[in-house]
T-cell receptor, first 112, second 118 residues
Framework: QKEVEQDPGPLSVPEGAIVSLNCTYS??????FMWYRQYSRKGPELLMYTYSSGNKEDGRFTAQVDKSSKYISLFIRDSQPSDSATYLCAMSALTGGFKTIFGAGTRLFVKA | GAVVSQHPSWVICKSGTSVKIECRSL??????MFWYRQFPKQSLMLMAT?????????EQGVEKDKFLINHASLTLSTLTVTSAHPEDSSFYIC??????????????FGDGTRLSIL
């Protein structure tokens, strides 16, 4: 079993839809959670960085962490074609020397 | 803030040559830098981790004599692919992290280098 599980998709939605991207993990020690966006042939770009459980909002993006369920989510409101990309979740823990573990990434297509 | 610059973005060279890729943190001190390899439609594969002034730590299965990593300053790391062959063709991405060596700060990525070996 992988430490971090993420559905590779692809996920296709119409423009304006609310997108929900998710990851599950097995290591309860994970404390820091990140979401990255990667466009084709580019490096990943940090979107959200959260600590422990709870919600964090930044513009159209909301990151949600549920440590009791070992489940994290990224919501994108009013999705745009420019949001079409691969989204990677990532997480780290003090016990692992803060080694970052990445999910496989979910490919998202937003259709105009 | 947290800008990481990677050069070159694309390189094509003949089999047997060595290729150097540079990774610079432009607006922060990168105590730790990471090198990844990514195949099409696949996730990131960590190759090695380097702390400034120390030897790099390579992941299992990565040939350290093939992939030479130097992290001589807090803003620059280089990856040299020695005697490159077609099977080394891939997308190489660096990332950098500030703070302490074992830090909870997130990684910031460069835009990657597409390496094609003929």
């Amino acid at each position: 079993q992988k430490e971090v599980e993420q559905d590779p998709g692809p996920l296709s939605v119409p423009e304006g839809a609310i997108v929900s991207l998710n990851c599950t993990y097995s290591n309860s020690a994970f404390q820091y959670f990140m979401w990255y966006r990667q466009y084709s042939r580019k490096g990943p770009e940090l979107l959200m960085y959260t600590y422990s459980s709870g919600n964090k909002e930044d513009g159209r993006f909301t990151a949600q962490v549920d440590k009791s369920s070992k489940y994290i989510s990224l919501f994108i409101r009013d999705s745009q074609p420019s949001d079409s990309a691969t989204y990677l979740c990532a997480m780290s823990a003090l016990t692992g020397g803060f080694k970052t573990i990445f999910g496989a990434g979910t490919r998202l297509f937003v259709k105009a | 803030g947290a800008v990481v610059s990677q050069h070159p973005s694309w390189v094509i060279c003949k089999s047997g040559t060595s290729v150097k890729i540079e990774c610079r943190s432009l607006d922060f001190q990168a105590t730790t830098m990471f090198w990844y390899r990514q195949f099409p439609k696949q996730s990131l594969m960590l190759m090695a981790t380097s702390n400034e002034g120390s030897k790099a730590t390579y992941e299992q299965g990565v040939e350290k004599d093939k992939f030479l990593i130097n992290h001589a300053s807090l803003t620059l790391s280089t990856l040299t692919v020695t005697s490159a062959h077609p099977e080394d063709s891939s997308f190489y991405i660096c990332s950098a992290r500030g703070g302490a060596v074992y830090s909870n700060q997130p990684q910031h990525f460069g835009d990657g280098t597409r390496l094609s070996i003929l």
